[in-house]
């Protein structure tokens, strides 16, 4: 059985895993551990192709950006790797890929000249825009001085161009008038536990689950798995926007790190041919039967649910998939090193 897979119009690009930070909210459980396995340029080139084409612009237009539309490079940290962020961004202008922009922590930008040199490398090479990362996570990582840099040099190269997520956390660290990294123990001495995700968006799922799991349980109380039967995920599982293509060719579905829909390289033939769902299983399940269905089939393979429950339904999906993950063999869990680096964190 074949089942139709949304054609992707706008999505990010995951250059490597690698980081330089280790967020405790990270979706994609990335962080310096990770091997860097950076894209090939092949494969940059041939993933670039395929959405060349597919990938439409923001409503303002090609050469303006937005959250959910065109084409962002992403990670880890793609500042690491600054030659490979400027042939993605080279191609992908040749390719005519429009609304482009990179997602960034800030960690590199040490000084204005770098800061001013890089971004301007950039802009000349075709990329439209920035996403600069701001909350408590990154800034046990990144000192606030930098991520202010990249804001106010970013608006001069890119003008409109800049996007700041989250505008409410850069809000509250100006009035607070930090400037350094902070610890989070530190920061909740400025701001309460229970204010700290106030206002934003948050997903309680990845590594957070994990790392954050005192401060969840304020906002989200741990239930049973069957509390979540009847949820819908967080956004569609399968939807045409704000998908993710990381350095192994996975075409990732949403924020829904550690599935593989495909190879992102022949992404032609996988929209065209559908998914075949005898194959994956895990897919199967998610698609037809939702988190109830893949909650049966684990059952039935011995997923043994843990006694205090779950923050979400993010968080059991997760839960039953690094089980199966680690007991058996399903081609759609990818990258496994995700699976093995969450499970890391669940120890420490
Ligand atoms: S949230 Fe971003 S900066 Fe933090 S570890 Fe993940 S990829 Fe790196
Ligand atoms: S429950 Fe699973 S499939 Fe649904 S959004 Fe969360 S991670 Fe994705």
Redesign the pocket.
Known sequence: MHKAIPAPISGGLILSYKCSAQCRHCIYACSQKWDANWISEDNLYTILNKLSGRIISDPKGPNSVGLNTGLHFTGGEPFLNFDLLCKASELATKLKIPSTFVETNCFWAIDDKTTKEKLKTLKAKGLKGIMISVNPFYLEYVPFERTDRVIRISLDIFGQNVMVYQLEYYRRFKRLGLNDKISLERYLQFESQKHLLNNVEFFP?GRAVYRLKNILQQYYPLRPAKN?FNEK???P?LRNWHNHFDNYGNYI???????SLGDARRLDTLLDEGLDTERYPVLKF?IDE??KG?YNFAKERGFIDPKEGFF???H???EI?KYLCFNYDYKELQPKQFYLNLLEDEVN
């Open positions: 799922s979540f995920c967080l956004t599982f579905p949403g924020f829904c790190a550690g599935i998610l939702d988190i893949l979400s339904k993010c059991l999906c997760l998939r």
